[in-house]
């Protein structure tokens, strides 16, 4: 007899009480707040000493939600040939600017935003020996060769932002030539 109780017990409570959690579900999915677009404009400020010598603004689009958002890839540059050996013979590097960001709604307003940038640039280059064996590449003078000296630059941060802020997030000196990089974010939430 109790087994014939639970049996009937059971479903009936099941059945009376599904559309309460079904409810509930979907209030709480409702009270996620909702991804924003966010155009993020990043540029890199070259100097030498107090002259500008570049000044490269690069824009794209985020998305900023509750619980984060994919990232957003921005990739543009060029493939530099080096030479690797007389068996191997050139090889390309990618020389250019990388951007990686992403958005997190954060309270008040604020965004969180995620930004991973990376930057080479060829600066010159420098003669390399090469025994003469290697008709292909030496030089009128039979001996030498040049090869580009590549320089880089690598950031990642996290930096709370407003819409319409501005921040200059990063600044560095390149050890090699002495030139100042700094990096300037610029958010705008799109309406």
Known sequence: MK????CVVIPIALLLTGPLLLAQDKASSASKAPSVSLKLQVT???????????????????????????????RTGSRVPVYVGKEHGMQYIDVGTNIDARGISAEDGRFDI???????WVAGEVEVPLDKSDSAVV???????????????????TLPMRDGQTSEVT????????????????LNVVK
Not at 3 to 6: E, G, K, P, Q, T
Not at 44 to 73: C, D, H, M, Q, R
Not at 114 to 120: D, I, K, M, Q
Not at 171 to 186: F, N, Y
Request: no cysteine; net charge positive.
């Open 114 to 120: 995620s930004l991973n940038l990376e930057r080479s």
């Open 139 to 157: 030089d009128p003078g039979g001996t030498r060769f040049k090869e580009p000296i590549i320089r880089q630059f690598k950031t990642e941060l």
């Open 171 to 186: 600044q560095a000196a390149d050890p090699g030539s002495g030139r100042v990089l700094t990096i300037i974010v610029m």
């Open 44 to 74: 890199i400020v070259e100097k030498e000493g107090e002259k500008k010598v570049a000044n490269l603004p690069y824009t794209f689009f985020v998305k900023a939600g509750e619980g984060g958002s994919p990232w957003t890839k921005l």
């Open 3 to 6: 087994a014939i109780r639970s």
